[in-house]
T-cell receptor, first 111, second 116 residues
Framework: DAKTTQPTSMDCAEGRAANLPCNHSTISGNEYVYWYRQIHSQGPQYIIHGLKNNETNEMASLIITEDRKSSTLILPHATLRDTAVYYCIVRAAGGYQKVTFGIGTKLQVIP | DAGVIQSPRHEVTEMGQEVTLRCKPISGHNSLFWYRQTMMRGLELLIYFNNNVPIDDSGMPEDRFSAKMPNASFSTLKIQPSEPRDSAVYFC??????????????FGSGTRLTVV
């Protein structure tokens, strides 16, 4: 069963912020939210993860709602190279858990 | 680190032939995953190894598929005999999984398999 729900596709103008939403209403207390992206013909690439606090790294920011039922990945200044499929997954820390990647969101950055 | 290395990048084979895909995980990672990606089914987990031991092979489609990890730096996925429906991109990923960890997975560039 899918643990996350994402829009199938989104467009974003180059240079603008891309905000990618993800719903995970059944998330458990010990599950983290992870984001990956897959650029055409490449393997998925880890972007960022978080538990309940907002997180930021050199690639993106992750905003998690207070009830943890949804989150938003923010690419602050989207470039054409950010065109990719973005996957939101939830996974517990501490060992193995089967991870389902789902369909993800196809982000198209438009010049 | 060179990342997760997969070979070959592309493989074209005839139906019925044996195919072997190879993976070198990142040094120090204790977990290795084989995934398959198709347009119809997306990314599917085939098998998971921890410390070179297969832990979850519930995603392996059938007996024609087998995977081994003889040591911490090498794994193979074998298909024998291959069929056209096996055509897909096969990804290998590695990570460090342990109690309390929260590391992401590092994926290789994949092997695009075409069975004709």
């Amino acid at each position: 069963d899918a643990k996350t729900t994402q829009p199938t596709s989104m467009d974003c103008a180059e240079g603008r912020a891309a905000n990618l939403p993800c719903n995970h209403s059944t998330i458990s207390g010990n599950e983290y939210v992870y984001w990956y992206r897959q650029i055409h013909s490449q393997g998925p690439q880890y972007i960022i993860h978080g538990l309940k606090n907002n997180e930021t790294n050199e690639m993106a920011s992750l905003i998690i709602t207070e009830d943890r039922k949804s989150s938003t990945l923010i690419l602050p200044h989207a470039t054409l190279r950010d065109t990719a499929v973005y996957y939101c997954i939830v996974r517990a820390a501490g060992g193995y858990q089967k991870v389902t990647f789902g369909i993800g969101t196809k982000l198209q950055v438009i010049p | 680190d060179a990342g997760v290395i997969q070979s070959p990048r592309h493989e074209v084979t005839e139906m019925g032939q044996e195919v072997t895909l190879r993976c070198k995980p990142i040094s120090g990672h204790n977990s290795l995953f084989w995934y398959r990606q198709t347009m119809m089914r997306g990314l599917e987990l085939l098998i998971y190894f921890n410390n070179n031991v297969p832990i979850d092979d519930s995603g392996m489609p059938e007996d024609r598929f087998s995977a081994k990890m003889p040591n911490a730096s090498f794994s193979t996925l074998k298909i024998q005999p291959s069929e056209p429906r096996d055509s897909a991109v096969y990804f290998c990923a590695s990570s460090f999984l342990n109690r309390g960890d929260n590391y992401g997975y590092t994926f290789g560039s994949g092997t695009r398999l075409t069975v004709v």
